[in-house]
Structures are given as structure tokens and as C-alpha cells.
């Protein structure tokens, strides 16, 4: 994706719960130009929202986000991920539960994966969380982007971002 400046956007996805308040705070980070959701890291082609709240396709509700490097590099956007979920709950996030509310980032490249295990590990030795850090890090697979009507939900239907923390 090239923004109107024509500077090359980078790709970064993520799941942390329901992808509308996910996207909703990605979305209005300095330096991301724009974000979609959809479902990966699951076994099933094409899925849609109905197969993917089945539990059953190993999909993640996740948000894909094109940002700028040489205004908010990868290691910020890791950093602002950790902050807005409990990366210490299994396949939950508030209310919703279910493999596909998991906490994950999908890594493409080798330093990307690094750069998360290492902050990871920081949160972790901080002592600011409780229980363990069960979110996976894991090679990106396929994107599937969501329905429409999930695109932006909050902007399109008005309301906070409720339903993530």
C-alpha cells in the first residue's frame, strides 16, 4: 500500500479480542494511515464472522495496520498493543471468550519477530502485570478481511470502543 505521498506503508496485525475497538485504537494512533480487520492464523479458507465466532476455524479476530516507519516505527506499535488488552488472559478479552478473542502478533519478517519477543520479555520483567504474558507470537498467514460492515464500526455506528479494554 502506498499513501498519497507515495512512501512505502508497512504491515503489522494484531489480535487483542474483539477487532472493532482494536481497530478503533490503531486506527487513531499517530503515524498509522489506515487499518482493516479480518481473521487469520486459523485452517479455514475464506472465512466470514459467523464461521469464525463458531470457535471452530482457529482464526483470530485481527486488525491489520499500514503504518508509517518514519513516524511511529514497529517496536512503538508492540509497545501501544501491550497497553490496550490483557495480554494475561487465554483466548479472552473482557466479556468475549474463544480462540478467536485470543492475544497474538503475527510477525512478518525475522526482526519484527524478534522485536516482539524481546518486548515481551520487558513487559514481563516489569512487574506491572500479574500473571504471565500469553500472547503468541507467530509467522503471519493469510489475512482475510471482514465483512464491511465491520470496517471501522465505531466511526460508521458511533460509541465508544467498548468492547475491548
Partial sequence: MENK???KLKEA???AGCFWGVEEAFRN????????VGY???HLDSPNYENVCSG???HAEAVRVFYDPEKIPYKKLVEFFWGMHDPTTYHRQGPDVGEQYRSAIFYSAP???QIAE?????LEASGKLKNP?????????KFWRAEDYHQKYFEKNGGAATCHI
Fill in 133 to 141: 504474558v500469553v500472547t503468541e507470537i507467530v509467522s503471519a498467514s
Fill in 29 to 36: 494512533l499517530g503515524g498509522v494511515a489506515e487499518t482493516e
Fill in 56 to 58: 471452530k476455524t482457529g
Fill in 13 to 15: 496485525v494484531f489480535a
Fill in 118 to 122: 524481546e518486548s515481551k520479555k520487558e
Fill in 40 to 42: 487469520t492464523g486459523g
Fill in 5 to 7: 505521498n507515495n512512501k
Fill in 111 to 113: 526482526e519484527e519477530k
